[in-house]
């Protein structure tokens, strides 16, 4: 499957990204060989498998409601790009999120 | 809204399932308007790499709670899914959700409408993961946003109704109907203004007789039950208008602005939800054992629709102030107490000193059934006391004013502030006869006709006996003399 300069400039917006026109070209590039590779697992017939959403066990374990201590903050925002008021700084977001 | 178009409504509802710990990691749940930001973050909340989420058994058991009360059908098997998008409150670059196989779905709820009952479809309940906090800052000509992550990871329910709501009081009371349920199955406080509990109702609007779905738009940031109803009407008006002038509603999420009344676009159309969902492949799938959700089923407590009947039936009250009653579950506790431990006071009584003069007092104080100096006994002997009539009305308010502000037994605070009703008939007779012979012009002219007149040789009566007589008796009395004397 071959990307159009449409889809590759949609899934840069959705990631936040800005590409040049020479990135659009080599990542469209990069992105639908990828694409074609993996989709050789098109070519398989599943139709007697039933569909599945996870290859690692069967079924996930609960854990007990029991609080444990927290990570001290101090190291928590060591490894922030950017920190004021004991939080992370990021540039101005105005809208609500989705 | 004209009678041309029908509103079309149905209503996301995003409750916290109040845990101790978040839903995929250990961290305490804190209160995130108040205190202290980042101080119950982990590296699995805050989205490090390498961390693996592990599930909640209590936050699957407060969902069940809800999904059962709910009447939904429960999927043994649901899948959890990453729902992927930028924006920094989320610190992965996904929300761990449910998409295509949630905990639970088709359920409903009764609610009531200006035309009745109405049984409302529930589409789907799942469980999902709350987002950070982000404040806005400009400082020293600077803007920029602030991350508090305490609220990452924290559980949540998404509970979504069909669009089969069709007034602004069905939005009401199908939100309210949620939030009662909420909270008596004990996952939820209902409280909106921390948004523990948040209610987006999406919009449309269709020429009455229609039966197609128009576009609709989603509102957020709705802080109280004011705000939904002020916004839905607003809504309601504003798709009207701009259709009526041949526009058309654009699908959209809009902000409620509290403070202008108006709501405004939150995100361009550009960025369009293109969530990619996927099977979170750190999660495998959730499978529960059918026992266990039977046992939860089991120990599911009686519910509000169910409550409110059976008030009905059994205390004889009418559907409002049943309503008024079982909405919380404390109430509703406090007034079976109370009826119980009664002697002379009926079912009816009782409801009406709940749900008047104490409902009054709470209000005006802001303090819940929980935060009462007193109990059902204590109410039980008051409202004993006024049945029998001991002491009346206007006394019986003062004994409830002294428990409520310090607690204390009825009928020593009705010995002690000398509030016993006065129904000795000498006596009674006695003040009436004074009254009429000291405001002679009074009575004639309430012979005359003036009835209204009446009302002031009561209050003249009344006063003498510092407010203690039998207000029935002190009537009956005085149209008695009164009528003695015409003749
Ligand atoms: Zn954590």
Redesign the interface.
């Known amino acids: 499957m071959r990307l159009t300069k449409e889809d590759v400039e ?1 899934i840069a ?4 990204l800005h590409l040049s026109e020479e990135e659009k070209e080599r990542f469209g590039e990069q992105l639908s060989n990828i694409l074609e590779h993996v989709g050789k697992l098109q070519e398989l017939d599943t139709k007697d498998v039933p569909a599945m ?2 290859i ?13 201590a ?2 001290p ?1 101090a190291d ?2 060591a ?1 922030a790009p950017d920190a ?15 | 809204m004209s009678s041309k178009y029908q509103p079309v409504i149905g209503l996301e509802v995003h409750a916290v399932l109040e845990t101790r710990s978040k839903m995929f990691c250990a961290c305490p749940v804190v209160d995130s308007t108040v205190g202290e930001p980042n101080i119950a973050v982990c590296p699995v909340c805050a989205g490090m790499p390498g961390m693996l989420p592990v599930i909640n058994q209590a936050a699957v058991e407060y969902a069940l709670r809800v999904a059962l009360a709910l009447n939904c059908t429960i999927n043994l098997t649901s899948i959890f899914a990453r729902k992927s998008y930028f924006y920094p409150d989320l610190p992965k670059g996904f929300q761990i959700s449910q998409y295509e196989q949630p905990l639970a779905q088709n359920g409903w709820l009764m609610i009531d409408t200006a035309e009745g009952e109405q049984r409302v479809a529930i589409r789907r309940v799942h469980i999902e993961e709350d987002t950070g906090k982000l404040t806005h800052v400009e400082r020293e000509g600077q803007r920029f946003s602030l991350v508090d992550l305490n609220r990452s990871g924290v559980p949540l329910l998404e509970i979504v109704t069909e669009p089969e709501l069709h007034s602004v009081e069905a939005v009401r009371n199908c939100a309210y109907a949620l939030r009662s349920i909420l909270r008596y199955v004990g996952v939820n406080s209902g409280n909106l203004e921390k948004g523990l509990m948040r209610i987006e109702p999406n919009i449309s609007i269709r020429p009455i007789g229609s039966t197609e779905f128009g576009t609709r738009a989603e509102i957020k940031n709705l802080n109280s039950f004011r705000s939904l109803e002020r916004a839905t009407t607003y809504e309601l008006a504003r798709q009207e208008q701009l259709v009526e002038a041949g526009g058309q509603v654009v699908q959209q999420t809009l902000g409620w602005d509290d403070g202008r009344g108006t709501t405004q676009a939150q995100r361009s159309k550009e960025v369009a939800e293109d969530y990619r969902y996927f099977p979170e492949p750190d999660l495998p799938p959730l499978v529960l054992e059918k026992a266990w959700v039977d046992k939860i089923r089991k120990g599911l407590p009686e519910l509000p629709q169910a409550r409110r009947e059976r008030f009905i039936k059994k205390y004889g009250l009418k559907a409002y102030d049943a309503n008024v009653i079982v909405a919380e579950r404390e109430v509703a506790d406090l007034y079976e107490a109370t009826v119980a431990a009664a002697k002379t006071a009926d079912a009816k009584l009782i409801a009406n000193w709940l749900t008047g003069p104490l409902f009054g007092l709470m209000n005006e104080a802001g303090v819940e059934i929980a935060g009462l100096r007193f109990g059902a006994k204590q109410l039980a002997a008051l409202c004993d006391q006024v049945a029998a009539g001991k002491v009346n009305a206007a006394g019986g308010r003062e004994v409830l004013g002294v428990l409520f502000v310090e607690g204390g037994s009825p009928t020593s605070i009705i010995k002690a502030r000398g509030l016993q009703q006065i129904s000795d008939s000498g006596q009674l007779a006695a003040w009436v006869s004074e009254v009429i012979v000291s405001n002679p012009k009074q009575a004639v002219d309430y012979l005359a006709g003036n009835a209204p007149l009446l009302n002031f040789l009561f209050g003249q009566v009344m006063q003498k006996a510092g407010g203690k007589a039998n207000p029935a008796a002190v009537r009956e009395e005085l149209q008695a003399q009164l009528s003695k004397l015409g003749k």
């Open positions: 949609h917006l959705l990631a936040r959403a996870s690692v066990v069967e079924r996930s374990r609960l854990r007990p409601d029991e609080p444990a927290a990570m903050r928590l925002l490894n004021s008021d004991e939080q992370f700084k990021v540039p101005p977001v105005l809208d609500g999120g989705p």
